[in-house]
Each structure stands twice: as C-alpha cells, then as structure tokens.
C-alpha cells in the first residue's frame, strides 16, 4: 500500500518500478541471471540512491512472491546495498554575497528580492521565520530582532539576535518604506528563480536558494568573532 507515502516518495517508487520493468519483462535467462545483469549495468549508469531504491522495490517484491511460493528464494536478498557518498554541500563566500545581491538589484521586481536575500544572509533566519518576521519583532533602539515571537521556529522557541550592521541597513530601507508598523516585515518570498537567474548568469556553482544562507551567516559570524550562542539557533 502506498497510502502512507508523499507523493514525493510515491513518485521514486514509481520511477524504480519502472526501470526495473526494462529488465525484468522476461525471465529466460533465469531470475538470478536477469538479477546479476541487472547489477552490473544498473551499477554503472545509474547514482548509488537510485540503485538502492531499484533494489529495494526488486527485494520486496520478490520477497513478496517467496512468501507466496513463487520463486522458492530470493535471489535478490544477497545483492548489497551501494555507498551513498555525502556530497560537500556549496556554501557561497562573501564575494559571492555581494555580487549576486549586485545582480538582482537593478532587475525588475529584483529589489525585493535582494533585500530578501540580504536580511537571510544576515540573520541566519530560516525561510518560514523570515516569511512571519513583523516589524513589532525588530527594535532599533536595543538593536535587536525577534525571531520566532509568532511560534515559528524550528524548536518551537522565540530567540533574540543582535541587529548587525548590515541588517539594520536593510531593515531601515525597509522601514522608511513600509506603512503598517504592525504587519510583515517583507513577506513570502521564493528566492529560487533569482538564485538560479544568478548562478547561470555569474557562473557560480549550485547551492540552495534559501538554506544555504543560513549556513553563510554561521561562518560569517565565526569568522569575526561573534559569540557561538547567536549561530546556535
């Protein structure tokens, strides 16, 4: 049953089950000679994720027709799992910050967008928690911010940051234009096209659009110095 899947999962298995019909339409050449055939040229061409999905599925069904007599053994139950290597996650240097926030800028509906980014890359905030970020949350005259008053945070917990520099600049640009002293500081934003749009266009490497940020603002503040308490929301 497949009622407990997302629809995420419920599509790799999917596209497993598919591949696996290209090799298994028939059995002439004996379940285990299909089976071996299978590994050596799925092993090759495909990535260890995909391979240990493709298994996966093949130990179950025919686990499945074992317990219902047919075949006797599972052949593939001695096939090994691939290594899944963890692949070193890009995170962008300083020099990358400010040419993609120099990049966005001046484009049409690319202001919001790079203020989106610069309160990100300067607060560590998580994307959700910069969505409901309201202007009762930021207090310029104890230079602080409020992340999480509204219960949004991962843990459940409100935290309070110190208003560095460059995130009072955006958030005083922001104030001078904002009407509702109550409402949202910037809003929903999806930064994955502006990202992408950069990244082809600066001939950068891939990293992710929002989270990646956070990882920039934890190395910027231990590279100056900052207390390890503020990164360790």
């Known amino acids: 049953s497949q009622a407990h899947l997302t629809e995420a999962s419920r599509t790799r298995y999917e596209f497993a089950l598919a591949s696996l019909g290209k090799f298994f339409q028939s059995l002439n ?5 299909e089976i071996a055939k299978w590994q050596i040229i799925r092993r090759k061409e495909t990535s260890a994720a995909t ?3 493709e298994l996966s599925c093949l130990k179950t069904i025919l686990a499945y027709g074992v317990a219902h007599g047919r075949p006797k053994v599972n052949p593939a139950s001695e096939v090994r799992v691939q290594r899944v290597l963890k692949k070193e996650v890009y995170v962008p240097s300083r020099a990358d910050y400010e040419r993609i926030v ?3 800028a001046p484009q049409l509906c690319g202001l919001k967008a790079s203020r989106y980014l610069r309160i990100l890359a300067t607060s560590g905030m998580r994307r959700a928690e910069l969505d409901e970020l309201r202007w009762r949350d930021v207090d310029f005259e104890a230079d602080t911010v409020t992340i999480g008053a509204e219960g949004n945070t991962k843990s459940g917990r409100s935290r309070i940051i110190p208003m ?3 995130l009072r600049a955006v958030l005083e640009e922001l104030a001078r234009e904002s009407v509702d002293n109550e409402g949202l500081v910037i809003g929903h934003f999806d930064l994955r096209y502006w990202i992408a749009e950069s990244r082809r266009s600066l001939d950068l490497p891939a990293f992710r659009a929002h989270h990646s940020w956070r990882k920039f603002f934890v190395r910027e503040c231990l590279l100056a110095g900052v207390d390890a308490a503020v990164t360790a929301a």
Request: proline share 0%.
């Open 164 to 166: 560095f520099a460059n």
């Open 102 to 104: 120099a990049h966005i």
């Open 51 to 53: 391979f240990n999905m």
């Open 29 to 33: 050449g004996g379940l285990a000679g």
